[in-house]
């Protein structure tokens, strides 16, 4: 049985149209964030799938003490409940620690919990407890059944509105892999499952004081997740990568997104069987 998950008019599930969830990585500034978001906007409503607006008010697990982290949180929720506002879009956001949960919570439709982050037992029923819906990021140390111990912490306070994402595994040093019958494994839990397709492609620390990645290689994978019908995919846009102050390497740009959302929607609809 496949649990839908509703998200505003949304409905997400294994079974129910594709969802992306799109946006930068961190927030580099209002006017960066909310003009990247009105284009990511336009290019995903030709799509008519459902789109969640992702953002980063603070990336805490960086490579380096100099990397940009994003405006913190007070200024970045400010920013994101702007970007609602205009938009009319659901918003995801990560928080790291238990005593965010709640004030992220006051703005963020879903509450996601970074994958290195996903065994941390307070941060999880921090989340849970605010009632949200919660997509917990499978850690790259993890085979896909642990995530049922996660699931089970969420459910003991009450809260079913969870989702699952896959995001790689780490192989080696400096590379993950993706086991696509992870994407599988967890669709037996009933929750939906999301493919991070960018996270995926990334080397981390591989360029030294920051982490690499090969963007081309997210549609490939992505292209793949969707074939195998899940509800979500998650990725990262930017309007310029190359110049982006965090996770640039592995990030689409307009044009990568364009094409790759396009193609998405007719995998899903063959694999549907949409009409």
Known sequence: MQKIIKIGSYKISNTQPLVFMAGTCVIESEKHYLDTAKKLKTILAKTKHPFILKASFDKANRTSVSAYRGPGLAKGLAILQKAKKQLGLPVIVDVHEPWQAEEAAQVADILQIPAFLCRQTDLVLACADT?????????????????????KKIESRGNKNILLTERGASFGYGDLVVDMRSLEIMKQFGYPVIFDATHSVQKPGSLGSATGGNRLMAPVLAKAATALGIAGVFFEAHPDPDHALSDGPNSLDLKLTAQMVSQLCKIDDVVKKFK
């Open 131 to 151: 009632g949200r819906a919660i997509n917990v990021k499978k850690g790259q140390f993890l085979p896909p059944g642990a995530m049922e111990q996660v699931i």
